[in-house]
């Protein structure tokens, strides 16, 4: 007796770690927080909705000393883009699926706060968790912070979910 | 196999309607969201921690033309905020029970925001959710904004839940 699944978007991203081309620590962090914290056992009760946004300039950073000299070296670099944007969102997948929780995944490009406040319109979870790093007012300012943005824009519910301590590498920065 | 039931925290308050004794709108809101898209039918899973903040001059604004005339006239009237919100957690508690939701409440004094927090602190529920009245930049100038203070203070993460525009009153102040 309890109708539709509540609908529960996450904003995933990728890990600025060089090197480590996985979900980042925040986005595992919210994500490991909405299994055990809302989900719980009531697994069919939920639907998973997972978002990635890619920003083509950060994408493409390891490319600073790459020469293109086609069409071709263009597409081979959209297509790598699209290849890790998939290895992120199969990692949420994957896990989803062990324990058995219905989930959608998909990749937009873009800013990712627009474009997240922008696919909260259009396809209106029941709220929208995203993770953040939990930096200080001085670190933030050059870090951006889409997750105070959506608390403000984000047409539904927001709850940000930060990283504990522990979590966190050497440079808060990093995530 | 749950493991400790999720503990939600919810800051409630009663309505601004005068002659209406009851919890605010975006307070029952909150509340009904909680129940229907957190708890759902895994009633075992959670436990709701029931808030009221009592503020001493708000709660007193009808006695504006009352005469004190002994101390226990102020017997008297701490014995009716009492009453009043004991009402008010009342309404909370009843409704949970009916479902079989495990729940707690209890009653401070002093400045909402300030004491959520500090409650927050003390009490480490594994989320919070405050209900607010959605009012324009302009109006929320003159009410003060416990949500947006806790989402930006309380040491968990935040959920703040909306009245849609059809349960706002007349005056969008009022709640």
Chains 1, 2 share one sequence.
């Not at 529960?8 to 919210?30: D, F």
């Not at 069919?44 to 300039?57: E, R, T």
């Not at 989803?96 to 990749?107: K, L, N, S, T, Y």
């Not at 937009?108 to 997240?116: A, F, R, Y």
């Amino acid at each position: 007796m309890e109708g539709d699944p509540t609908r529960i978007m996450l904003a995933v991203n990728e890990s600025t770690i060089k090197g480590y081309p996985h979900a980042s620590i925040s986005s595992r962090k919210a994500f490991e927080w909405t299994l055990q914290k809302i989900v719980r056992s009531n697994t069919s009760g939920f639907k998973l909705l997972f978002l990635h946004v890619q920003v083509p300039d950060e994408d493409g950073f390891d490319d600073m000393d790459s020469v293109y000299a086609s069409p071709e070296d263009f597409k081979n670099l959209r297509n790598r883009d699209r290849a890790k944007g998939l290895h992120l969102l199969e990692f949420f997948v994957e896990r989803c699926h062990a324990i058995g929780v219905g989930c959608e995944a998909w990749i937009k490009k873009g800013d990712p706060k627009e474009v997240i406040c922008r696919e909260v319109k259009r396809v209106q979870p029941d709220f929208l968790v995203v993770g953040c790093r939990g930096l200080g007012p001085f670190q933030r300012v050059f870090v951006g912070t889409v997750s105070e943005f959506c608390v403000k824009h984000a047409e539904c519910p927001v709850i940000t979910i930060k990283r504990s301590a522990e979590e966190s590498p050497q440079d808060p920065v990093d995530d």
